[in-house]
C-alpha cells in the first residue's frame, strides 16, 4: 500500500526557517524522482521542489536559492530545507512521486504558516 506521511510543519514569522519531513511506503522509493507539492487556498496544488533518483534537485523560481530538498534512499525519506520563509510560502505541502497526478495516491499533508 502507497504511503505518503508529511511532517515538520508549523507557524513562523517572515525570515524563519522550518524543515519538512516525508516519510514514504510502498513503493520503490530509490527508483523514483521525487518532488514537494504546495497548495495555498484557491490555488491549485503545483509542484515547488523535485529531485531525481540520482539526486538532482530542480525548483521552482519562487522558492530557488530559499529552499533545499534532499533525498535519504535508505530510509525511504524525502525532505524539504525551508529558509527565509515569505508570507506567499503558506500552504499545505505534500510530498509524492515528482509526475503524481490528483487521483495518485496522497498523503494528508504539512500545513505551514507564514505570519508577522
Known amino acids: 500500500q502507497v504511503q505518503f506521511a508529511e511532517s515538520g510543519g508549523g507557524s513562523v514569522q517572515p525570515g524563519g526557517s522550518l524543515r519538512l519531513s516525508c516519510s514514504t511506503s510502498?513503493?520503490?522509493?530509490?527508483?523514483?524522482?521525487m518532488g514537494w507539492f504546495r497548495q495555498a487556498p484557491g490555488i491549485a496544488r503545483d509542484w515547488i521542489a523535485t529531485i531525481t533518483s540520482g539526486g538532482s534537485p530542480n525548483y521552482q523560481d519562487s522558492v530557488r536559492g530559499r529552499f533545499t530538498i534532499s533525498r535519504d534512499d535508505a530510509k525511504n525519506m524525502l525532505y524539504l530545507q525551508m529558509n527565509d520563509l515569505a508570507v506567499q510560502d503558506s500552504g499545505t505541502y505534500y510530498c509524492n512521486r515528482r509526475y503524481a497526478r490528483d487521483r495518485d495516491t496522497w498523503g494528508k499533508g504539512t500545513l505551514v504558516t507564514v505570519s508577522s
Open positions: 510502498g513503493i520503490p522509493f530509490k527508483d523514483y524522482a
